[in-house]
């Protein structure tokens, strides 16, 4: 049985459409993300104001939507629940810990504490003595006949921590949870989390705080809306651990500041234990193909994983940031589909269209995502000069059919469905 | 600082409209009462029955000098943001001052003299509705002269609350700029701990409730079949402070008894939590309301039949009815603006927009019942008393019940779509939920 608790595919997120529409700036909180968060995990999101933190724990945990792209949760996909069924979920699964705490003010402290168990229409006893244990544990006993406004910032941040538990979910979203406390309490916090997710419990957790980072398992460094960077705590100490994010976050940061390529930057990354072999060979996001004598566009580089074509040696990175290498001449066939996937753009909402390839070895599926019109006519010319068999790629065409308002509407497809046809004849 | 003034109401537009309308429609009442007053006090009736009788246009005019200040508070507290920004830029309080004259000096300037032209309408109407019984005659520049005093009166009081409102602002300036100047005052007083091996039975509460109930049903009787004068005088006091007590107390009280037996129905958990929330935020303005009308028809009891006592009892109670609305609506909405992060977070907890609109509609059901259907009895109750003795004509007296259900039936529909609504934006926005919100 799979361990994914959640799996978000190329999820870009657009807080205006208009405006992209209009002026075609790169204005994406998320960008085209990946991610997976498997059971047990501990992950630190960390980034500067801007780079998309927030909006990632909003997607992932169900209260706000992606512009584009797919998440799957508990192998819901969650673009097919209804907002009730969300609610259901979000109160089934997943807790939530707020930087500003945010407390029902009407509410005693020991009634925010019951909010989400009296929604379960738990047993009078059994919510206190559940509250009571919590609050125990997490020193609060004395306040819960208290209102918010009459407790401390850590009491009111305890007691969000307390609700957010009392129905022990499976996944912890934490926004910046320590925002609001001083050290010894974040301290204090943090070791609580650590021993909550040894006991099996999910951890996403934003911050800009690399020591806070440094409880987590993996750290994950967002810029501009992408994430650039994945690190894995692995068998380190936390003071390494903390180190080695230090590093990274200094030096992208810089790197960030002097305009470099993201490309160069990822290729720097630790290297990292591939756990599942299933979707280790997917590629991170939507490929684009760089090869030697063929000048490459930066723009859509930036935006895109490069596919790196030497001869028949083929590398890119996979979700994790992986280098994937495999040799042309290990494909025993190409199989390729078309996937469509909802851009939520307001009036201009519209299905966007990606090919996907999947070459087919006898070390796995190699599963490559594409855009760019250039890259799926080479490719197939390319496959076909390595005598590699491919499946018929009008099939594409006949898929694209399905949507024909859509397919209409986008001159870029009306062009590679020329190309196609200039290929059947 | 004018262009500074003059963008601020541009951008705000709607709320300086709708504070503009309500102070205009105020001192349009205000015309009204004083005028009624000085008709009565050409008539040179009884001086008894014309304490009597004169004592309603007063006390209504005494109450919406009152809420003009009440509606001028919530007005300048929904500013306070602006304020603190303008105090942060560097502008001294003085300049602030000024930016104040300006803005309600102009708004209230224009706002009384639309009023007075809207209040010799409102006059020469109720004398339309009420042809066949009499002429209503009064002097309009004794009215105006009087009214000139009120409206600086009313000047004199915004701008007394507006120097406090600054005052307050220049000590928690970082608060009033983070907008974290949340509710200071606990909605209710926890009377029964949450620890179950602390919690003991508040007896003296409970008693204390019972007598007010007691108390609550003995006087309406005893004022209704009870000839002394005096003695009604007693009763009246004595129901308005149970019904004071009963609406502010009792509930919350409830729900400390049977805390245990509310937390397994969550509806019913949330509705009267957020009911106790929402009296607390219109606390003021509720207990004038539970008072004030039902005041108006004990005046009556007072009073000998005649016809001067239509005249005088149906503007005033509608005119009143309004103004109260009015208070009722501005101060909702500013309630409104706090419960988006409210209904956000229960979102978050897994609470799904039905569930929500549930307790919605339960927590209005409890506000209909104990604020709107307490006094709405009692009323009741006089009026029967009223058209016994024939002081005015039973379908007068049923008409003015039924306008005042009917105001508060659609003020309540409307509470709930516009919740309903909240709701939703709360709910598929997340920014209510962020810290940058």
Not at chain 1, 118 to 137: C, F, V
Not at chain 1, 150 to 179: H, K, M, W
Not at chain 2, 78 to 90: D, I, N, R, T, Y
Not at chain 2, 239 to 244: A, G, K, L, T, Y
Request: glycine share 4%.
């Amino acid at each position: 049985m799979s361990n994914i608790l959640i799996e978000a595919n190329n999820i870009s997120k657009v807080y205006d459409p208009d405006i992209l529409l209009k002026r075609g700036k790169n204005i994406y909180a998320l960008n085209n993300v990946n991610f997976e968060l498997q059971k047990g995990d501990f992950i630190s999101i960390m980034g500067p104001s801007g780079s998309g933190k927030s909006t990632l724990l909003n997607c992932l945990s169900t209260l706000d939507q992606p512009t584009s792209g797919h998440i799957q949760i508990f192998g819901k996909h969650l673009s097919k629940l209804h907002q009730n069924d969300l609610c259901e979920f979000r109160f089934q699964k997943l807790g939530f810990i707020f930087q500003n705490h945010n407390l029902i003010p009407y509410l005693s402290i020991y009634d925010n504490i019951a909010a989400p168990l009296i929604l379960g229409h738990h047993h009078h006893k059994e919510i206190n003595i559940r509250i009571q244990e919590l609050a125990k544990m997490l020193e609060i006993e004395k306040i819960l006949d208290k209102f918010p406004h009459e407790c401390s910032g850590g009491e009111c941040q305890r007691t969000a921590i307390a609700r957010a538990l009392v129905n022990q979910p499976e996944i912890l979203f934490c926004d910046e949870p320590t925002g609001n406390l001083d050290s010894k309490n974040s301290h204090k916090l943090m070791t609580f989390l650590s021993q909550l997710n040894q006991k099996e419990t999910t951890i996403v957790l934003v911050t800009h705080d690399p020591m806070i980072a440094s409880y987590g398992k993996t750290m994950m460094y967002l810029y501009d809306g992408g994430i650039k960077t994945v690190i894995h705590r692995n068998q380190a100490s936390q003071k390494q651990f903390l180190e080695q994010i230090n590093e990274i976050i200094h030096r992208d940061t810089l790197l960030f500041e002097f305009d470099q390529t993201p490309s160069q930057i990822q290729s720097s990354s630790p290297q990292m234990e591939i756990q599942d072999q299933d979707i280790a060979f997917v590629s991170k996001q939507t490929v684009y193909m760089v090869m030697e004598g063929i000048k490459s566009d930066e723009n859509i580089l930036k935006n895109s994983t490069p596919l790196f074509i030497q001869g028949t040696q083929i590398s890119y990175k996979n979700k994790r940031n992986d280098l994937i290498q495999f040799d042309l001449q290990n494909i025993q066939e190409i199989r390729m589909d078309l996937s469509a996937h909802f851009a939520n753009f307001g009036l201009f909402s519209q299905y966007v269209f990606h090919i996907l390839l999947d070459c087919v070895s006898p070390k796995g599926i190699y599963q490559l995502k594409l855009k760019n019109r250039d890259d799926f006519i080479h490719f197939i010319h390319y496959f076909h000069q390595l005598n590699i068999p491919i499946d018929d790629p009008r099939h594409i065409e006949e898929a694209y059919q399905k949507y024909p308002d859509d397919y209409s509407r986008q001159k870029y497809y009306q062009r590679t469905h020329k190309d196609l046809i200039s290929y059947k004849s | 600082m004018l262009v500074f003034t003059i963008k601020i109401m541009k951008s705000q537009k709607k709320n300086y409209l709708l504070y503009f309308i309500m102070m205009a429609l105020l001192f349009a009442f205000e015309f009204c009462f004083i005028a009624m007053f000085d008709y009565l006090n050409q008539l040179l009736l009884d001086p008894i029955i014309f304490m009597a009788i004169s004592f309603i246009p007063f006390m209504s005019l005494f109450i919406s000098a009152i809420l003009g200040a009440f509606l001028s508070q919530y007005f300048i507290q929904s500013k306070q943001h602006e304020f603190s920004m303008l105090l942060m830029f560097g502008r001294k309080p003085k300049d602030l001052f000024i930016y104040l004259l300006i803005q309600f000096g102009t708004i209230l300037l224009t706002a009384f003299i639309i009023g007075i032209g809207l209040g010799i309408l409102l006059i020469e109407m109720i004398n339309i509705f009420l042809a066949n019984h009499f002429t209503f005659v009064y002097s309009i520049p004794y009215t105006i002269f009087i009214d000139i005093f009120i409206f600086i009166f009313t000047l004199i009081i915004v701008f007394a609350l507006s120097a406090k409102q600054l005052t307050y602002i220049d000590c928690h300036m970082m608060e009033t700029l983070h907008q974290k100047t949340t509710q200071e005052i606990a909605p209710y007083q926890i009377l029964m701990s949450r620890h179950y091996y602390k919690r003991k039975i508040p007896f003296v509460h409970i008693f204390i409730s019972i007598i007010e109930i007691l108390i609550l049903f003995y006087s309406i009787d005893t004022l209704i079949h009870n000839t002394i004068l005096q003695n009604k005088l007693i009763y009246f006091l004595l129901c308005f402070s149970s019904i004071i007590y009963i609406s502010n107390h009792f509930i919350p009280l409830l729900f400390d008894l049977f805390h245990k037996q509310i937390t397994q129905h969550s509806f019913l958990f949330h509705a009267l939590t957020s009911y106790m929330h929402l009296t607390h935020q219109l606390l003021s303005i509720t207990n004038i309301h539970s008072i004030v009308l039902p005041s108006l028809f004990m005046l009556l009891m007072f009073c000998d039949p005649n016809n001067h006592i239509t005249l005088l009892i149906v503007p005033c109670f509608i005119m009143l009815l309004i103004l109260l609305l009015m208070c009722i609506v501005m101060k909702y909405i500013f309630y409104l603006q706090s419960l988006k992060k409210i209904y956000a977070t229960q979102g978050a907890l897994g609470y799904s927009i039905p569930q929500l609109v549930q307790i919605s509609l339960l927590k209005n059901l409890f506000f209909f019942l104990s604020i709107v259907l307490i006094p709405f009895i009692y009323i009741h109750y006089l009026g029967q008393y009223i058209i016994q003795n024939q002081i005015l004509e039973s379908q007068m007296m049923y008409g003015l019940e039924i306008f005042y259900v009917i105001s508060y039936l659609i003020f309540m529909a409307s509470m709930i779509y516009k919740e309903k609504q909240f709701m939703k934006e709360a709910i598929s926005h997340v920014k209510y939920l962020n810290r940058s919100e």
